[in-house]
């Protein structure tokens, strides 16, 4: 197995990975951990990688995997069961003028406070497509989800990242 | 917010990027023409580009790259790789004999290292934490120490990894860990390097040989690491090589 040539794919990966874990999990300790496991299983994992296919998908993969096995990740496995991809409109009742959005949006304080509180599905969508800036190709091979359900629980996702915004607005 | 019925997702999905060029000149089209999309449009932009930053949030610390650069690094093959870099170390060593010589103070850092090295050979408890295993022996030294430091696999090499031990070195807590080599028992030291000793070690690089002790001593990162045993110098250096690797 060539170590050296996955030092060399997976390293320019790693402060990325550690942010998306910090993210996740909301404490430095149980991130560290979790880069450390996803490292030590993608270089177990290495041979059975298909060059050509993207490793970057293939690592957040597994650091997603190594998050829904952990303690924290555990608790979040219920908030999955319940993301109906049907479901209702819910957040109409706080639906946000561009205006609101676009004066809401300068607060960074407040848009990571949305972002903090969203649930770990809708969370780590958001951050793989805007933060990562992910393809919904690759956002649907992370989150092993048919390309389909990423553009509409992507669309869930916004809507509810609005409405914490849109909340937080309005109480001003 | 009504009179326009353009989906708000068919313009995430164009500012993702994810539109065929058909449905993005349409789009394009109509938001000429419509300044509730256009409004729409800026304040996702402006959401995304304070989004951006969250992707700085969080940066890892140096020690935590290096752990994980050391549990992926390459373990270099045990051929003659040693063989160049053991005789520039022994023209080196020579030098540095020589060097040393003109400073007793210098001898002093190392009578140190070599102390410790002898006490330990010669203690009935040679160990606080006796083990082989070094995903046993460097947890041990968590919070005993005020650093991090990484140890190789040793399995499957000429070294086999005998325990370790806490010790003060120039009035510094280090760590001490006990490697055999065949017959021969190899002391490694780590401790954080200050203003002062490091440049009073006699030893640029390389083996030296001093009090008929082998020892290499070098610095990275912050920490000052010393072998020291009466195996050969090729196995020093060896060893001292296994930990550069992992040490970063």
């Not at chain 2, 760590?175 to 009073?200: D, Y």
Request: aromatic fraction near 8%; glycine fraction near 6%; hydrophobic fraction near 45%.
């Amino acid at each position: 197995m060539d170590r050296v040539f996955f030092e060399q794919l997976s390293m320019p990966l790693f402060d990325q990975l550690y942010n998306h874990a910090c993210w996740l999990t909301g404490d430095r300790t149980d991130a560290e951990d979790l880069v450390q496991e996803t490292y030590a299983k993608a270089l177990k994992g290495f041979g059975s990688f298909a060059e050509g296919t993207n490793l970057r998908a293939w690592m957040f993969r597994i650091l997603r995997n190594a998050f829904l096995n952990s303690r924290s990740g555990l608790k979040q496995k219920t908030e999955y069961l319940e993301d109906d991809e049907a479901g209702a409109d819910e957040a109409v009742a706080h639906e946000i003028t561009p205006e609101a959005l676009f004066l809401a949006s300068e607060s960074q304080e407040a848009i990571f406070n949305a972002l903090e509180r969203l649930p770990v599905p809708h969370r780590e969508i958001i951050l793989l497509c805007d933060v990562d800036e992910m393809s919904y190709r690759e956002i649907a091979q992370v989150l092993d989800l048919p390309a389909g359900t990423v553009m509409s629980r992507l669309a869930r996702a916004r809507r509810n990242l609005r409405a914490a915004l849109g909340a937080r607005e309005a109480m001003r | 917010m009504t009179a326009c019925s353009q989906d708000r997702n068919v313009l995430a999905a164009y500012l993702d990027g994810e539109l065929t060029a058909d449905q993005e000149r349409s789009l394009q089209e109509h938001m000429r023409g419509c300044p509730e999309c256009a409004a729409e449009v800026a304040a996702q932009v402006r959401l995304r580009r304070s989004m951006k930053r969250a992707a700085t949030r969080f940066t890892p610390s140096a020690a935590l790259r290096l752990k994980v650069q050391g549990q992926i690094a390459p373990k270099r093959s045990a051929g003659f790789r040693w063989l160049w870099p053991a005789s520039v170390a022994l023209a080196v060593m020579l030098l540095a004999v020589i060097w040393a010589r003109q400073s007793t103070a210098k001898n002093e850092a190392f009578r140190e290292v070599a102390d410790l090295h002898v006490s330990d050979m010669a203690s009935a408890n040679p160990f606080d934490v006796v083990s082989s295993d070094r995903h046993t022996v460097k947890p041990w030294f968590q919070g005993k120490i005020p650093f991090a430091f990484n140890l190789p696999e040793f399995a499957g090499s000429e070294f086999t990894l005998l325990g370790g031990r806490l010790v003060y070195l120039h009035q510094q807590a280090a760590a001490q860990l006990v490697v055999g080599a065949g017959k021969h028992r190899i002391s490694v030291m780590v401790v954080q390097e200050s203003a002062g000793f490091g440049m009073g070690m006699p030893f640029a690089g390389g083996v030296s040989v001093r009090d008929s002790f082998n020892v290499e001593t070098w610095e990275k990162n912050g920490l000052r690491f010393y072998v020291i045993g009466d195996a050969e110098q090729g196995a020093i250096h060896r060893l001292a090589l296994a930990l550069q690797n992992v040490n970063g």
